[in-house]
């Protein structure tokens, strides 16, 4: 491996002088990310976002930004957090989103 000075041995691979992480290292920087990925992409599923849950379980900034904009107004979220101010905004928002019964065709 190395030479022991004070203690150390120069070359073991937790010192590494090429500025990579080893495994256990990269271990403690990306685990919390992932909890916190985790803990966003839950916010997303109670306010009715799966597409940002699913994609924010792999990509956390995914999971903040639909976790920070607002809830569909049928959420459990919207419907325990928002006022009436903030779920009328709500409604406003997504009012654009409910299929339309007059454009639907019936196929029986």
Not at 3 to 25: C, H, K, M, N, V
Request: glycine share 10%; proline share 5%.
């Amino acid at each position: 491996m190395g030479q022991d000075r004070a203690g150390l041995r120069i070359g073991d691979s937790r010192f590494r002088q090429d500025g990579q992480l080893t495994r256990g290292e990269s271990g403690l920087l990306l685990a919390p990310i992932q909890l916190v990925g985790v803990a966003l992409a839950s916010l997303c599923v109670l306010k009715r976002k799966p597409f940002a849950a699913i994609v924010g379980l792999f990509v956390p900034l995914v999971a903040l930004v639909g976790a920070v904009r607002l809830a569909r107004p049928d959420s459990r979220w919207a419907r325990r957090f928002y006022g009436e101010a903030k779920l009328s905004k709500a409604e406003n928002r997504f009012a654009a989103e409910q299929p339309s019964r007059e454009h639907a065709v019936d196929v029986r």
